[in-house]
């Protein structure tokens, strides 16, 4: 957010600010050990808000449970934001100082009366009133989200209807107050940090920056294309069109974990050729020309990774792979030779000098200081520098350091697959505390929390299907079918479904793969479904 | 609360052992001690929990205290005088590990033998251990109903251990009731509140609600209870098993410290490595990421690395892959 990819604070300032709004995450499950942070910010006397459809473990600490529609998050932002102004509680010093567009945006939030958000959101206005002035009256107010947010088809959008409510109240560029992106996975923040984005380099340089390629082009060797590259929803679309022939997948599990998964499958069976270098077999592997025994990267080979606080840290080898399992680095090392690069046999550290070399930000993490210090927050610009707690101090100093920050207005729409008379209910999905993702690897171990995977439903949903707890049920969307049996779960009200996507069951059959223009990312939050009895006759009419 | 930057601490002057030393304000009397190299004994301590003043065998003398002093917990002020080796502490210390030693397994605690020797502790004057409790006895024992020993045998809490879930086994006869257990489950880390002390006197005990098995109760198996136990009362399955087998070997352990891959948040993980194969993982309480504590995906998750696909592994999944070039060398 303002030109850098990565969450403002730092875990510590949870734990000493005073309001903490968990906005579309369920920490409590998904990050237990950055809750862990959030509940010494509790017992310190934060108070924390839970924006969340479900009423999740996470809600059940709340000061404050705001159980919003799925996919009505800007409008509920942009309400806060309008009560903000009604009352006269924005930071107008802020606002004038350090930030541009407000009045477009005030204008742009005008419409959101908390009547208006009342109807959309599902929450009741007082509440939409009381996290405004909470929010607004804090000193110190931290917002963190997870996919919640981001699995929208409005993804962007979301975040940005959030970043606004920060810079309307001066809540950003302090210790203690920010807007923090919880990451899913140990190196989502790394790799994008590396440049696996389509048009960065390490960094966040652009691709589209000259002097950044050419940089970049004299330590390579090479020609930088300044055209972005595609997302990952853009290669499934180059296959479809025939464009993209061949898939180079490392430690990816697309067939398990990509929305409407027919599609997906059908795309990945019809490439003329696939690589796929994981350490087991998923079920993307079972379709690949060629497999890649790697290595398991957090134990069996030497680098960093880069956390949710922007913390670099170092990940070590314990033990040897086996068999012929390589280290990812010196297999890619290795197809670069045969592709007629040599590139020797560089160690991460050597990497990781090189990526010092050439992203600014990094450049003051030498490895010996990442292992003293426990690893290193970026920006780290050199060697004296220790690394930035939170970011954008810049915004207030007078006058503001740097370009300011822009309000940008964002207006509310409805979820893509929309619920109707033979689709009535709205499936979302999500983790468990003891599984992860497609499954891969926890499923290797025996979990005494674990039970069968199941269509979460309220009892009042239950009572109207008829349906009693661990009934074998069809689940129907507009893409395909499961069967799964149902779990009642008092965390649901009427109209709303609940599923992971660890198991067997191919959850993302059902999901739609329509993305946010803006992020590439899937809408999985959001899939209108059906329930349908078994035998009951209407499974024909459910669209096999 | 003592101020994180101890740059900007008051400094408070006190004697220990007729020794002066400066410790910043806030600071305890055992941080004191430690600067001064004295050596002082602590079982429910832990630097990331909040002390509790169970064990007593950290206590020592303080001049114009009626009592000894627990040293993990009582803050430095001015002009203390303190003594660690006088006859009241030594005496106390010694009790304090003859009747542990006496009706507690303490076998597998770190320096409990030195101590004890050092103390002139001599568990086996109460007579010869009682014989175990049959199975839940002690989980269903009643406040006042306890009978005094026959002042032949030493009582002793040991009993069967309690295995009922495939990650972690409680051992009780080995349990010292520090309480870093409970405190971890509670407050100081997971905040779930699975466990607490039950019962009084001689019966109390650690106990789910009800003492139902683990899995009916509201443990999320987080680990955090093993990582803080000082005893070994709570065992990951896989050193339990290891042990049993005779297999355990810590001479041929090696443990390094690297990141969980399970979610972002980044948490340091120290997995430790025997033969090549992970046996446990634990984390490292100063640490300002987990402060010690993990979930258990990082605490438990990690089979998956040794449970690979053989024809994976050959690079034979889906047809032998051609390196017709060159021999596939090792890694350096």
């Known amino acids: 957010m303002f030109g850098a990819g990565g969450g403002t604070n730092s875990y510590e300032e949870v734990e000493h600010t005073d309001l903490i709004v968990l906005w579309g995450s369920n920490a409590r499950e998904t990050h237990p050990i950055f809750f862990h942070h959030v509940l010494k910010g509790i017992h310190n006397g934060a108070k924390l808000y839970v924006i969340d459809p479900r009423r999740t473990a996470s809600a059940q600490w709340a000061d404050g449970w705001l159980g919003v529609n799925v996919g009505s998050d800007i409008a509920l932002a942009n309400a806060i934001a309008r009560e903000i102004l009604v009352d006269g509680l924005e930071n107008r010093t802020f606002i004038d100082r350090a930030t541009l567009n407000f009045e477009e945006y005030r204008k742009s939030v005008e419409r959101y009366t908390l009547d208006y958000a009342q109807e959309i959101t599902g929450v009741p206005a007082a509440a939409i009133r009381e996290l405004a002035h909470a929010y607004a009256r804090a000193d110190r107010a931290m917002i963190c989200w997870t996919l919640g947010i981001t699995e929208h088809h409005n993804a962007v959008d979301s975040v940005v209807g959030i970043i606004n409510l920060a810079l309307l109240t001066g809540k950003v560029g302090r210790y203690g107050c920010g807007v923090n992106p919880l990451r899913g996975q140990n190196n989502v923040q790394g790799g994008g940090d590396m440049g696996a984005i389509p048009d960065r380099l390490a960094g966040f340089q652009s691709t589209a920056d000259a002097a950044a390629r050419e940089k970049f082009e004299k330590a390579w060797n090479c020609t930088i294309s300044p055209e972005r590259g595609k997302r990952l929803n853009e290669m499934f679309d180059a296959m479809e069109e025939g464009e993209l022939t061949a898939l180079y997948c490392i430690g990816e599990n697309p067939v398990v974990s990509e929305a409407d998964r027919h599609r997906a499958v059908r795309l990945l069976e019809g490439l003329e050729h696939m690589v796929v270098q994981d350490i087991s077999l998923t079920q993307t592997a079972r379709l690949a020309s060629v497999v890649l025994p790697a290595a398991a990267g957090w134990v069996e080979s030497d680098g960093t990774v880069t956390n949710s606080e922007r913390r670099v840290q170092r990940v070590r080898k314990v033990i040897e792979p086996p068999g012929n399992a390589r280290d990812d680095m010196w297999i890619v090392a290795q197809i670069a030779k045969r592709l007629g690069r040599d590139w020797g046999s560089p160690t991460a550290q050597d990497v990781w000098d090189e990526v010092r070399s050439l992203s600014p930000m990094h450049a003051g993490m030498s490895y010996e200081r990442l292992e003293q210090l426990n690893g290193l927050r970026w920006p780290c610009p050199d060697e004296n520098d220790p690394g930035a707690l939170f970011l954008h101090g810049r915004l207030w100093a007078d006058p503001v350091e740097g370009p300011k920050a822009p309000f940008h207005a964002v207006e509310y729409s409805a979820p893509l697959d929309a619920v109707d008379a033979q689709f009535p209910l709205l499936l979302t999905t999500g983790r468990r505390l003891d599984s992860y993702n497609s499954g891969v690897a926890t499923g290797e171990y025996s979990s005494p929390l674990r039970r069968v995977e199941a269509l979460e439903i309220s009892p009042e949903e239950a009572a109207r299907h008829g349906l009693s707890e661990g009934e074998i049920v069809a689940v129907s969307s507009r893409r395909g079918k499961v069967f799964v049996p149902v779990h009642i779960d008092r965390a649901l009200r009427e109209g709303l479904a609940f599923m992971t996507f660890h198991f067997d069951v191919p959850t993302n059959v059902l999901t739609l793969d329509t993305v946010d223009p803006k992020s590439g990312t899937a809408e999985f939050k959001a899939t209108a479904i059906r329930i349908d009895k078994i035998g009951a006759g209407s499974l024909a009419a459910a669209g096999d | ?332």
């Open chain 2, 1 to 332: 609360m003592s101020v994180s930057d101890p740059g900007f601490a008051r400094q408070v002057t006190l004697q220990i052992d007729e020794r002066s030393i400066d410790v910043p304000e806030g600071s305890t009397i055992l941080e004191a001690c430690r600067a001064l190299a004295v050596d002082t004994p602590t079982l429910c301590y832990l630097e990331n929990l909040t002390p509790v003043n169970a064990c007593r065998v950290c206590v020592v003398e303080l001049e114009g205290s009626r009592t000894l002093v627990p040293a993990c917990s009582r803050k430095v002020e001015g002009g203390m005088k303190i003594k660690t080796d006088s006859e009241r502490v030594r005496t106390s210390r010694k009790m304090v590990l003859e009747f542990l030693g006496s009706s507690v397994d303490v076998s597998l605690v770190s320096d409990f033998s030195r101590q004890m020797q050092r103390y002139g502790s001599n568990p086996k004057r109460y007579g010869d251990a009682a014989k175990p409790a049959l199975a839940g006895t002690r989980d269903g024992a009643v406040a006042g109903h306890h009978h005094a020993s026959d002042g032949q045998t030493a009582s002793t809490v040991a009993q069967p251990v309690k295995i009922d879930n495939e990650l972690y086994v409680r051992d009780y006869s080995k349990c010292i009731l520090c309480y870093k257990c409970v405190e971890a489950c509670g407050t100081d880390a997971q905040n779930t509140f699975a466990i607490a002390v039950a019962g009084r006197g001689f019966d109390a005990r650690i106990s789910t609600e009800f003492a139902v098995e683990l899995p009916d109760s509201a443990c999320v198996y987080c680990g955090n209870c093993i990582g803080v136990c000082p005893t070994g009362a709570l065992m990951f399955s896989s050193e339990y098993e290891m042990r049993d087998a005779g297999t355990w070997d810590e001479n041929k352990q090696v443990s390094a410290d690297t990141i969980c891959s399970y979610c972002g948040v980044g948490c340091t993980l120290t997995v430790h490595a025997q033969d090549n194969k992970i046996v446990k993982v634990t984390s490292p309480a100063d640490q300002d990421v987990t402060h010690g504590h993990l979930c258990i995906k990082g605490r438990f998750g990690w089979q998956f690395v040794q449970q690979r696909d053989p024809s994976v592994l050959d690079g034979l999944a889906n047809g032998p892959v051609v390196l017709d070039d060159v021999e596939v060398p090792a890694p350096a």
